[in-house]
């Protein structure tokens, strides 16, 4: 009887302990599939960031090549341009009657114009005006068109003289009367 009550003791203990490592391999196989779980989820992550980065890289070298195209076709289109203003400057330039169409152009009404309104109807040598005595008003290059061809749009390289000052001023004289 006591090596039987002993059999039956050893067995609950061995079972005890049996219990006991299947629980412990069991908190063994739960931590180690929690890691391999983490570890994937971590190079899932990785593999994300990657994916991300390489869209963004891509993305900025269609960005660069975008704007190289654009560059590119805005330079083109600048030298077509260019061409076509040094054909019709040419063609002003070789025409008769150059200076009249300068004189008619749009341009020069609205700074002639311009050049009225800033600096009054009355000649900057004489002090004559249409009103009072009579006279033709130019609009008088100072430095003249044909030597500073860059200043011919400058407003501030205008003066109003009459038609004598500016007859008698001569091409040579770029005097600033006003
Ligand atoms: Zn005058």
Redesign the pocket.
Known sequence: MPSLLFRMLTSVVRGVRSFGSYESTKNQVDTEEIAREAESLQSEREVKAAEWREECFQASIRRQIDLQNRKEAEERRLSELALIQQAANAATENSPDSGDIFYRSARWRSLRYEAFRRYGRR??????TPNDNG?VLHVDHIKPRSRNPELQWEIDNLQI??????LGKGAKDSTRWR
Do not use: A
């Open positions: 000649c900057s040598l004489c002090g004559r006279v003289l009459c038609e004598d000052c500016n």
